[in-house]
């Protein structure tokens, strides 16, 4: 079983729709949880942390559900420019490393 | 600031021969990583270094080795180039206070 876990996609929806991306992670210790976006060809970037109580910035939307160790992103009002893979990212150990999951793909149509 | 680089940008290598990927990182950052990232994988960790002098081993570390001289660079070498090892190879840097990880634009490296 994979450490991080994630449906690959793709997602194809239409601007201004509403989409939710899940993962799982299989480490119950792991400590940190975060969202990164990457741009085809590109290197990964930091979306947003992933706090306990649930975060907001802007259209964006975490949670995390420690108990059922799943962390979910929900993007509303989708834009052209939210096209790309979205990698979910666990830190599990000391020395600052990370788990990424392998992505989904998020493709937003005119 | 450049944040992190890497160079070179692409390279084609033979099977046998070797090179060397540089990483360089301008935010006094302590920690930096190498990651591969395959089609369907999600980046994997090669090998790490907590600070200048130490490097230590990820998730697939066999075929690599890595050397951290000098605090702002971290070298990833390939000794005897594989087709296995046909990737996308980034850098990533980050410091001890907060977990974002920085990354650099990546190498494609395509080994025949």
Same mark, same amino acid.
């Given at each position: 079983r994979k450490e991080v876990e994630q449906d690959p996609g793709p997602f194809n929806v239409p601007e201004g729709a509403t989409v939710a991306f899940n993962c799982t992670y299989s480490? %119950?210790?792991?400590q940190s949880f975060f969202w990164y976006r990457q741009d085809c060809r590109k290197e990964p970037k930091l979306l947003m942390s992933v706090y306990s109580s649930g975060n907001e910035d802007g259209r964006f939307t975490a949670q995390l559900n420690r108990a059922s160790q799943y962390i979910s992103l929900l993007i509303r @009002? %989708?834009?052209? %420019? @939210?096209s790309a893979t979205y990698l979910c990212v666990v830190r599990s150990g000391s020395a600052r490393q990370l788990t990424f999951g392998s992505g989904t793909q998020l493709t937003v149509l005119p | 600031n450049a944040g992190v680089t890497q160079t070179p940008k692409f390279r084609v290598l033979k099977t046998g021969q070797s090179m060397t990927l540089l990483c360089a990182q301008?935010?006094?950052?302590e920690y930096m990583y190498w990651y591969r990232q395959d089609p369907g994988m999600g980046l994997r960790l090669i090998h790490y270094s907590v600070g200048e002098g130490t490097t230590a081993k990820g998730e697939v570390p066999d075929g690599y080795n890595v050397s951290r001289? /000098? /605090?702002?660079n971290f070298l990833l070498g390939l000794e005897s180039a594989a087709p296995s090892q046909t990737s996308v190879y980034f850098c990533a840097s980050t410091d001890g206070a907060y977990y974002e990880q920085y990354f650099g634009p990546g190498t494609r490296l395509t080994v025949t």
């Open positions: 480490n %119950s210790a792991s @009002d %989708s834009k052209l %420019s @939210d | 301008d935010m006094n950052h001289l /000098k /605090k702002q």
